[in-house]
């Protein structure tokens, strides 16, 4: 009867076809349930029903393009003559086998490059949007240990810091964001929230392993109406999902590195009938290039899926992850120039233990509609132990009390996203997608005098005299609510012209409720007085953002793309109240808005061509930011406060060539493979208008002019080598581009926290051998071993220069079965 009636909706159409097709697995003749039909030029997904039909209306008569993609079936593509007597088609996909060594081979030949999100993926919306998806498996790259600059290389415009060798925390921005534990972007493992607080503490200190990453999702400000109201966009971590075609599939992954590094990945997933699962295990250490940097980690994560139904299932998500890393502490500019390896931080300690739980369901109302229920939340805590002041050449004694700054966080969220495609007549069709969200935080910070001595112990006392680092204390309890409802719609126009307009309401409530204590010390460092201020503050605030995106595609391999988003960003937990000696918080801070738009041209050349070049703007009200300056009694510090209205031009640019390709147009794919690939971002940066007048003009800080990366893949057979080249331009560290260095006539020569970060350059290598079971893989970062630093730290892990590391190498030997 489905079929019946499928063929007599075909015959009514006038002056289009459908196109009617049924796809079975080879081999054993059943059925495949839920592939996915694309039909190159028509917007159109569909897929499978039990029966293994499918129907694509609204063709017009001639060759058309198809791919079928299907969980557990090698991809195919090919090219089919519709007319309107064209009857079932029939289809047949080859099931995954065991061995994978022949998709190893075949694969780069199929894509290089990156990847790009789809119009419409899951329960999203990423039309008319610059996006990149990074596969961690097409990389020839160190994954063992994060390493991000290898990872995101594709990706122009990125500016990365590197504090700490294991790549414990992920710390990117770009467009003039502030890289610090990427708090500018919405960060999700699996599309649910891992950050502290989304809203009121944004920072991750947690990041997935790379070696467990599927895919990695990246969706610039344009993102903020479906994910948040921030400007950096989304981050998002695909997660590895069970293997469907197994019981049992057993992945072990050991590297060894320079300074002492080693890691131990394993994992194991497989379907049992109805019931799926994937879980892994890490453990990871190492000593660090400078002395006092030693580390260890471990993460662990479980994923069990149960399908009911073909078109219901439901899947539950637990992840856990602990680390302690001694913090070398910051140099001045004259310790980085003497010996950049150098620490004078022996009892820095910091520990973190993150926990996420996730539910969610996935509802197949219908062929054309689905609905996405996530619940999650968070069980979490920070320590950070240790001696910070800004004269960081000071010597640190053993006997004198250290600072201690704990976080608490219970955090719990919802999230439910409906989406459907729909007609509006016989050319014409659209996409809606609404949302929701509920979100409630509750969050301690603490912050006082820690113990004497060298050890890791995390545990609050009493000030005592004598003490000349730390002059007060604080504890806060940050109560957060945030409710949001969000919708975006494809409207189609034809065949090549689409809009995507999108809107968000947002309500968010934060609260301060807590004390901070001031302790004054005589010159000799007896406290003569203690002061303590209650301070309770609510801010409930309600607001509706928008936005626009366009999409012309003029042939199916050339996209013209363009959007505009309102963007908006709360004061955070820590600009309302911090006790450091290094930086001080104007407590009128004022939340942040402003826009970010994109318009750009991507697309792919025959087969040897891939290339995304892009115009950006982002408009910056309000902006937070920190102006170097000096106390009464001359000591240097950071003030934070609404620096004022920030424009922030640029070009990104990206193209990754196949080189054999070029040098033998029309050969067929062979055992040897060569591609290049290359980005440039350039970038303009000014504050325009501020109550400083001195600052306007300024460069923004954290915005280099030139953000170059380039490099070159190639292989042959089994055998894949990689190198890259990473630089960047001089960028300034605070709104006021003092310079610093050892020459400058300052009233401390250790001051470290305000001045230039000088351009660099690093070169790192890769190469690669799989074999059926076995793979071994190799590194050298930073090649050249070049001396340099990304970041001018104001607390922990500083405060001062953070070097990165130099030279390193690393071995990997990965079995799986």
Same mark, same amino acid.
């Given at each position: 009867?489905?079929?019946?009636?499928?063929?007599?909706?075909?015959?009514?159409?006038?002056?289009?076809?459908?196109?009617?097709?049924?796809?079975?697995?080879?081999?054993?003749?059943?059925?495949?349930?839920?592939?996915?039909?694309?039909?190159?030029?028509?917007?159109?997904?569909?897929?499978?029903?039990?029966?293994?039909?499918?129907?694509?209306?609204?063709?017009?008569?001639?060759?058309?393009?198809?791919?079928?993609?299907?969980?557990?079936?090698?991809?195919?593509?090919?090219?089919?003559?519709?007319?309107?007597?064209?009857?079932?088609?029939?289809?047949?996909?080859?099931?995954?086998?065991?061995?994978?060594?022949?998709?190893?081979?075949?694969?780069?030949?199929?894509?290089?490059?990156?990847?790009?999100?789809?119009?419409?993926?899951?329960?999203?919306?990423?039309?008319?949007?610059?996006?990149? *998806?990074?596969?961690?498996?097409?990389? *020839?790259?160190?994954?063992?240990?994060?390493?991000?600059?290898?990872?995101? $290389?594709?990706?122009?415009?990125?500016?990365?810091?590197?504090?700490?060798?294991?790549?414990?925390?992920?710390?990117?921005?770009?467009?003039?964001?502030?890289?610090?534990?990427?708090?500018?972007?919405?960060?999700?493992?699996?599309?649910?929230?891992?950050?502290?607080?989304?809203?009121?503490?944004?920072?991750?200190?947690?990041?997935?392993?790379?070696?467990?990453?599927?895919?990695?999702?990246?969706?610039?400000?344009?993102?903020?109406?479906?994910?948040?109201?921030?400007?950096?966009?989304?981050?998002?971590?695909?997660?590895?999902?069970?293997?469907?075609?197994?019981?049992? @599939?057993?992945?072990?992954?050991?590297?060894?590195?320079?300074?002492?590094?080693?890691?131990?990945?394993?994992?194991? $997933?497989?379907?049992?009938?109805?019931?799926? /699962?994937? @879980?892994?295990?890490?453990?990871?250490?190492?000593?660090?290039?400078?002395?006092?940097?030693?580390?260890?980690?471990?993460?662990?994560?479980?994923?069990?899926?149960?399908?009911?139904?073909?078109?219901?299932?439901?899947?539950?998500?637990?992840?856990?992850?602990? %680390?302690?890393?001694?913090?070398?502490?910051?140099?001045?500019?004259?310790?980085?120039?003497?010996?950049?390896?150098?620490?004078?931080?022996?009892?820095?300690?910091?520990?973190?233990?993150?926990?996420?739980?996730?539910?969610?369901?996935?509802?197949?109302?219908?062929?054309?509609?689905?609905?996405?229920?996530?619940?999650?939340?968070?069980?979490?805590?920070?320590?950070?132990?240790?001696?910070?002041?800004?004269?960081?050449?000071?010597?640190? @004694?053993?006997?004198?009390?250290?600072?201690?700054?704990?976080?608490?966080?219970?955090?719990?969220?919802?999230?439910?996203?409906?989406?459907? +495609?729909?007609?509006?007549?016989?050319?014409?069709?659209?996409?809606?997608?609404?949302?929701?969200?509920?979100?409630?935080?509750?969050?301690?910070?603490?912050?006082?005098?820690?113990?004497?001595?060298?050890?890791?112990?995390?545990?609050?006392?009493?000030?005592?005299?004598?003490? #000349?680092?730390?002059?007060?204390?604080?504890?806060?309890?940050?109560?957060? %609510?945030?409710?949001?409802?969000?919708?975006?719609?494809?409207?189609?126009?034809?065949?090549?012209?689409?809009?995507?307009?999108?809107?968000?309401?947002?309500?968010?409530?934060? +609260?301060?409720?807590?004390? %901070?204590?001031?302790?004054?010390?005589?010159?000799?460092?007896?406290?003569?007085?203690?002061?303590?201020?209650?301070?309770?503050?609510?801010?409930?605030?309600?607001?509706?953002?928008?936005?626009?995106?366009?999409?012309?595609?003029?042939?199916?391999?050339?996209?013209?793309?363009?959007?505009?988003?309102?963007?908006?960003?709360?004061?955070?937990?820590?600009?309302?109240?911090?006790?450091?000696?290094?930086?001080?918080? #104007?407590?009128?801070?004022?939340?942040?808005?402003? /826009? $970010?738009?994109?318009?750009?041209?991507?697309?792919?050349?025959?087969?040897?061509?891939?290339?995304?070049?892009?115009?950006?703007?982002?408009?910056?009200?309000?902006?937070?930011?920190?102006?170097?300056? /000096?106390?009464?009694?001359?000591?240097?510090?950071?003030?934070?406060?609404?620096?004022?209205? @920030?424009?922030?031009?640029?070009?990104?640019?990206?193209?990754?060539?196949?080189?054999?390709?070029?040098?033998?147009?029309?050969?067929?794919?062979?055992?040897?493979?060569?591609?290049?690939?290359?980005?440039? $971002?350039?970038?303009?940066?000014?504050?325009?208008?501020?109550?400083?007048?001195?600052?306007?003009?300024?460069?923004?800080?954290?915005?280099?002019?030139?953000?170059?990366?380039?490099?070159?893949?190639?292989?042959?057979?089994?055998?894949?080598?990689?190198?890259?080249?990473?630089?960047?331009?001089?960028?300034?560290?605070?709104?006021?581009?003092?310079?610093?260095?050892?020459?400058?006539?300052?009233?401390?020569?250790?001051?470290?926290?305000?001045?230039?970060?000088?351009?660099?350059?690093?070169?790192?290598?890769?190469?690669?051998?799989?074999?059926?079971?076995?793979?071994?893989?190799?590194?050298?970062?930073?090649?050249?071993?070049?001396?340099?630093?990304?970041?001018?730290?104001?607390?922990?892990?500083?405060?001062?220069?953070?070097?990165?590391?130099?030279?390193?190498?690393?071995?990997?030997?990965?079995?799986?079965?």
């Amino acid at each position: 009867m489905l079929l019946v009636s499928v063929l007599a909706s075909f015959s009514a159409a006038a002056q289009q076809v459908s196109l009617l097709g049924r796809v079975r697995e080879a081999g054993s003749n059943r059925p495949v349930v839920g592939c996915e039909i694309y039909v190159r030029g028509s917007r159109q997904i569909a897929r499978t029903d039990s029966a293994g039909l499918f129907r694509v209306p609204n063709l017009a008569p001639g060759r058309q393009q198809l791919q079928l993609a299907s969980i557990g079936h090698e991809p195919l593509k090919l090219a089919v003559d519709l007319t309107a007597e064209t009857g079932v088609l029939d289809f047949t996909l080859t099931a995954r086998q065991r061995t994978l060594g022949e998709v190893v081979v075949a694969a780069p030949q199929s894509r290089f490059g990156p990847q790009r999100l789809r119009e419409v993926e899951g329960t999203a919306i990423f039309a008319a949007k610059k996006t990149e *998806v990074i596969v961690p498996d097409n990389l *020839v790259a160190n994954l063992a240990t994060n390493n991000a600059r290898q990872v995101y $290389s594709r990706v122009a415009g990125l500016n990365i810091w590197e504090s700490d060798q294991g790549g414990l925390q992920l710390s990117i921005g770009g467009r003039g964001l502030d890289p610090n534990r990427t708090s500018n972007f919405n960060v999700r493992q699996n599309n649910y929230d891992i950050s502290a607080d989304a809203l009121g503490y944004p920072e991750s200190y947690y990041t997935p392993p790379v070696e467990a990453v599927k895919r990695i999702q990246l969706v610039r400000g344009a993102a903020s109406l479906q994910y948040g109201t921030q400007f950096g966009g989304l981050l998002n971590f695909e997660l590895r999902t069970p293997e469907p075609d197994k019981t049992v @599939a057993v992945v072990s992954r050991q590297t060894a590195g320079s300074f002492g590094f080693f890691s131990s990945f394993n994992s194991v $997933s497989g379907t049992v009938k109805k019931l799926s /699962y994937y @879980a892994f295990g890490q453990y990871k250490r190492g000593d660090g290039w400078r002395p006092n940097a030693g580390f260890d980690s471990k993460t662990a994560y479980a994923d069990l899926r149960y399908q009911f139904t073909e078109n219901f299932k439901v899947g539950a998500q637990v992840t856990h992850m602990d %680390y302690l890393a001694q913090q070398p502490g910051g140099l001045s500019d004259r310790q980085f120039a003497e010996n950049p390896r150098q620490s004078n931080r022996a009892r820095n300690w910091f520990e973190v233990d993150w926990n996420l739980f996730n539910l969610s369901a996935d509802w197949k109302l219908s062929p054309r509609s689905n609905l996405n229920l996530t619940t999650f939340g968070l069980l979490a805590s920070r320590q950070a132990l240790g001696f910070r002041t800004n004269f960081v050449e000071r010597p640190d @004694a053993d006997t004198q009390q250290r600072e201690l700054i704990t976080g608490d966080f219970r955090n719990i969220g919802a999230e439910a996203r409906y989406l459907t +495609r729909y007609d509006l007549g016989e050319a014409k069709s659209g996409v809606l997608l609404v949302g929701t969200r509920l979100y409630r935080g509750y969050n301690h910070s603490r912050q006082g005098f820690g113990p004497a001595g060298r050890k890791a112990d995390f545990r609050f006392e009493e000030p005592e005299s004598g003490v #000349n680092g730390l002059s007060g204390s604080s504890d806060y309890r940050f109560p957060n %609510y945030n409710g949001a409802v969000f919708a975006e719609n494809i409207f189609y126009f034809g065949e090549k012209f689409s809009l995507t307009p999108g809107v968000r309401v947002e309500y968010i409530r934060t +609260r301060a409720d807590g004390s %901070y204590q001031t302790v004054a010390r005589d010159l000799a460092g007896n406290i003569t007085d203690v002061r303590t201020t209650t301070e309770v503050r609510t801010s409930p605030r309600a607001f509706v953002i928008g936005g626009l995106g366009a999409s012309f595609k003029p042939v199916e391999q050339r996209e013209f793309y363009a959007n505009v988003s309102q963007n908006y960003r709360s004061i955070t937990f820590s600009d309302m109240q911090v006790v450091n000696n290094s930086l001080v918080i #104007n407590p009128n801070l004022q939340d942040e808005r402003g /826009y $970010s738009a994109d318009l750009g041209l991507r697309g792919e050349q025959g087969q040897w061509l891939t290339y995304d070049m892009s115009l950006f703007a982002l408009f910056y009200n309000n902006r937070i930011g920190e102006v170097g300056t /000096y106390s009464a009694n001359n000591v240097p510090f950071r003030y934070r406060d609404n620096i004022g209205r @920030a424009l922030i031009l640029g070009v990104e640019s990206y193209a990754e060539a196949d080189l054999l390709r070029v040098l033998r147009p029309g050969a067929g794919p062979g055992r040897w493979r060569w591609s290049t690939f290359g980005n440039v $971002s350039l970038i303009r940066s000014r504050y325009t208008q501020s109550k400083n007048q001195e600052i306007i003009g300024n460069q923004v800080e954290f915005v280099p002019d030139v953000n170059l990366k380039a490099g070159m893949q190639g292989g042959f057979g089994p055998l894949k080598a990689s190198v890259q080249l990473t630089y960047l331009s001089d960028q300034v560290s605070e709104a006021t581009n003092a310079r610093n260095s050892p020459q400058d006539a300052r009233p401390d020569p250790s001051l470290a926290v305000i001045g230039l970060i000088p351009a660099y350059q690093v070169l790192d290598a890769s190469v690669s051998w799989e074999r059926r079971w076995l793979k071994l893989e190799g590194s050298v970062n930073n090649l050249a071993n070049t001396l340099y630093f990304t970041r001018r730290a104001t607390g922990y892990p500083g405060p001062g220069i953070l070097p990165s590391d130099g030279r390193s190498f690393y071995l990997t030997v990965a079995v799986k079965w």
